[in-house]
């Protein structure tokens, strides 16, 4: 495949297909699910939540490739590393990232797990609750690293999430050290409050070495220890050149070069569900950087891209975000 | 698996997961695919199709199964019979199915053909046109017939796409005698212009046996030959019992003993895609049926049921079909 002379974002992460389903609270508390959050889960627990669970739809999903989409619908040129099986949703997945224009090359795994998927719940306050079963998706290795591809990008974004599995973490400082060595930055999510909680003292020793962050603020308390959002946000400033941090409905606060630039929500007409509000949020800031727009209107952007996500079921958009932004911004 | 000593309505078709994807007329133009329609697909088409086609997503669906997931919402006991792969695709089918209330126990296809998939392609004017590949769905065959289930049910509905291969006609034939000689009712819906076209002879003999018949205006002039919609239900009610005819934005005529009912649409609040309009119209008319409703009252359940279907992308009830006949009887 054509690979660009020069993209604006990779992403690495975690290949996954989407489960999507409506409930209600008493499903999650009858299966002890904490709401909002990810739980990672195993076969069997995957095979006995699906079998309870009600009927579902499929989307592609997986954190850094929902916003490699949000990125490519804004105009962005950009691909896409992470791992699925050779099987049916490894198709899925394979297919939809190209149909949205992403680069994406990687070798599927062979003859081990199967593709992952993430069951997610959706209860009536538009909360997704997120049961993750990896599969191949944690079998990325550093051997699945294009390296040309990584020092052809402007920025190669990682997600926490690939924290979570040995193999997966190696890959991540790998990208990560291919990326500086080509005088390339390196952007990363903390992906989710409970993974920042299972591997603090790493994510506190990488933070270190990232020049793009990307935190809400549970994730940010958690990784801080700090009581308050504007102290967190300080605590990450004093570490990282530029770091956004979301605030839910509050919109966002973007912290660099010594300036604190406070990001307003983009109006909602309804919320429907909130799979792929921060990866959407990371895509319409990354769009915005790797274009050359100033700090805050690329904040702007990524809270119109977020709303867009949230105002339907499923994680990537469902509207040209470029078109988007152009309407508002006209 | 528990069944009940009688349901209401038992559904034989293809069982087949949907891959619905927004798209516009130029592109149905440049593949050559005839808009509203459904067209039978090769491997090889299924797979170079899929690979120009937009991002999608992946729902259950399957024209009687669509019916019985609309029956299931209003409250009926239904059951399926059809037949997957045991493969990912299949297991999302059995999952939704059951996930609604469907009983559902054909065994799968062990190393044959993939589960069927139809990939659906919604142009701006909500039309769908359907692509499908039948691959596992087309090798049910009489002995998945399960005969105690046909005989329990009030009403044995099959689908017309079964015709398109000769395994699935013979099996349709042999549950058609089972619940007549069990002294139960067959109903058939002719699915699809061209699979009547295909078929003509077969349907024009079939018809005869068949107790509730559905047809849009399409079928309807296609089986008989005839120039109005008038003269094509007068032609079909000569034949049938229970004769359903659907008629897109005018609603829909039933024709029962000597008498014609006109029943109009239901209000709709926007149309986003057609798929699944018909199936859930035959959903409530059955329902209502075997509700021991009058058909006037069936036929405004179905068009209520048809209404929801066609609000949203995919082909299955979104929101309780109970609850919205309750509120809007209310």
């Known amino acids: 495949m054509n690979k660009p002379a020069l993209i604006d974002v990779l992403g690495v992460g975690n290949a996954i297909v989407d489960v999507l389903a409506e409930t209600d609270d008493a499903f999650l508390t009858k299966e002890g699910i904490a709401k909002g959050g990810m739980t990672l889960i195993d076969t069997d627990r995957a095979g006995s939540l699906y079998s309870r669970m009600p009927a579902g739809i499929e989307m592609s999903g997986g954190s850094a490739a929902n916003t490699m989409a949000g990125i490519a619908s804004l105009g962005g040129a950009c691909a896409y590393i992470g791992k699925v099986a050779q099987d049916q949703l490894g198709e899925v997945f394979a297919h939809d990232i190209r149909a949205i224009g992403v680069g994406f090359d990687t070798a599927p795994l062979i003859g081990g797990q199967p593709t992952a998927r993430c069951l997610i719940l959706i209860t009536p306050d538009a909360q997704r609750s997120m049961n993750t079963f990896l599969g191949a998706s944690s079998f990325l290795s550093s051997s699945d690293l294009d390296a040309d591809l990584i020092r052809s990008a402007r920025v190669t974004y990682l997600e926490g999430y690939l924290f979570d599995r040995p193999e997966a973490k190696a890959a991540f ?14 952007s990363l999510t903390l992906s989710d409050t409970f993974c920042v909680a299972r591997h603090h003292a790493e994510f506190t020793d990488l933070v270190k070495q990232v020049d793009i962050l990307f935190a809400n603020e549970g994730e940010a308390l958690a990784l801080t220890g700090e009581a308050t959002f504007d102290s967190a946000v300080g605590a990450l400033a004093a ?8 605030h839910g409905p509050k919109g966002s606060v973007i912290a660099a070069d010594g300036k604190i630039y406070k990001v307003e929500a983009a109006p909602l007409e309804r919320l429907v569900d909130t799979t792929g509000a921060g990866d959407l949020y990371a895509a319409g800031m990354l769009y915005g950087i790797t274009a050359g727009l100033s700090l805050p209107t690329a904040g702007r952007i990524g809270s119109m ?11 990537r958009p469902q509207r040209s975000l470029r078109e988007l932004v152009a309407s508002i911004s006209a």
């Open 305 to 315: 891209a977020a709303a867009e996500a949230i105002s339907h079921v499923g994680p």
């Open 173 to 186: 400082f790998a990208a990560a050290k291919i990326a500086h060595d080509a005088g390339r930055k390196v």
């Open 239 to 246: 570490k990282c050149p530029t770091v956004c941090v979301t």
